[in-house]
């Protein structure tokens, strides 16, 4: 099976706070990839070097044979990315956008115009295309940052946290796109810490914690025998279960 992202011993670093610790991963072309772990794992810092959006302090990075850092301009000309708290020209309208991220990419104007018409009308934009960005909701966002990283048809889409704070409606709707990005051979690698839904969506699984990988491959070995990935995930990293009551008996039937 071909590779979509190969990383090779990439640490970072921030001040005397190791991140990232020396991650070994191949990442599988043509699969939707959930990259978990608990808040503080690694997860954004690992995809944010990946991605070219942060240098690393070591370790190397291909994405579909390029080197991130030798080859920057071929790598993000396959890609896609939707940060967490991604920033956009909110001054513009939906459409706008589009419009300008098409043409920064390469693309003549028609087929960009084509692109964003079908784009805002999957994802339930049609309606607030000359709407300000600024006053875009946060699904609404979400949404027109997930058009803009799908515009030039990458072959390796990258999101960080695509869910959150994303009502359950434009999330659907979000999913449903992911899933027909995925069924035409491209890979989506995304982050996330929900369990439930990494396990609805995902067929391939790496667990990071700590800044190390703990498991990683096909959903059902990462799994194992556990009866879900949120139970396989706990024993992984470590977790253990506190009985909170007994920390906390002053907790409830209002003050005294």
Not at 113 to 119: C, M, S
Not at 198 to 212: F, H, M, P, Q, T
Request: net charge neutral; glycine share 12%; proline share 5%.
């Amino acid at each position: 099976m071909s590779s979509a992202v190969r990383v090779h011993g990439l640490w970072k670093r921030f001040g005397q706070q190791v991140a990232v610790a020396g991650i070994d991963l191949d990442l599988p072309a043509g699969r939707f990839i959930g990259l978990v772990g608990p808040n503080g794992a690694g997860k954004t810092t690992t995809l944010s070097m990946v991605t070219g959006l942060l240098r690393p302090d070591g370790g190397t990075v291909e994405v579909v044979g390029h080197d991130v850092w030798r080859d920057p301009v071929e790598v993000k000309a396959r890609i896609g990315v939707l940060p967490e708290g991604l920033r956009l020209f909110e001054r513009l309208s939906g459409r706008e956008l589009l419009g300008y991220t098409g043409r920064l990419r390469g693309l003549p104007g028609a087929e960009v115009d084509k692109r964003a018409t079908q784009l805002l009308d999957v994802l339930d934009l049609a309606g607030a295309q000359h709407k300000l960005v600024v006053d875009y909701s946060t699904g609404m966002r979400k949404k027109i940052g997930l058009a803009a990283a799908l515009l030039h048809n990458p072959e390796v889409l990258f999101l960080d946290e695509p869910f959150e704070g994303v009502d359950p409606v434009s999330a659907q709707t979000i999913r449903g796109v992911l899933e027909r990005y995925t069924a035409s051979g491209a890979t989506v690698v995304f982050s996330s810490h929900v369990m439930e839904l990494v396990e609805s969506l995902c067929d391939w699984v790496a667990v990071l914690a700590a800044g190390r990988i703990r498991a990683h491959g096909p959903l059902e070995e990462v799994r194992g025998s556990a009866p879900s990935l949120q139970k396989a995930f706990l024993e992984l990293v470590g977790a253990r279960e506190r009985d909170a009551g007994s920390d906390l008996d002053w907790l409830g039937g209002g003050p005294r």
